[in-house]
């Protein structure tokens, strides 16, 4: 059963760089959602549609909002996807505590 302890525990150790390679992706994401770029992009096309729409003109989203909505929907899944991964890991951690104190016993 050694040899399994020690799967389990490279296992978790890739699990938890795994976690903080997904906050760091969403840190990132995050940051550019609230970076001038993101602002400049979303006034930008903001801009355009009441001017388009004042004149009665009929236009869906353009690229730039279609680039952040999808931007935003990356950060909330990553987000959410961060969150269960968490959880999955505190778990594992505890059932490999557990394993390795049956053992001990």
């Known amino acids: 059963m050694q040899k399994h302890n020690i799967t389990l525990s490279s296992y978790f150790t890739l699990l938890n760089n795994h976690i903080t390679e997904v906050a760091n992706f969403n840190a990132v994401t995050n940051e550019f959602l609230s970076s001038a770029t993101a602002a ?3 006034f930008e096309d ?3 549609r009441i001017f388009i729409e004042m ?3 009929n236009v869906s989203f353009s690229s730039s909002q279609k680039i952040l909505v999808l931007i935003k929907e990356i950060a909330e899944q990553s987000k959410s996807y961060l969150d269960k991964f968490i959880s999955y890991s505190k778990i ?3 059932l490999i505590k557990f394993i390795s104190s049956v053992e001990n016993s």
């Open 40 to 42: 400049d992009l979303y």
């Open 55 to 57: 004149l009665g003109f």
């Open 46 to 48: 903001v801009g355009k």
């Open 92 to 94: 594992l951690d505890e």
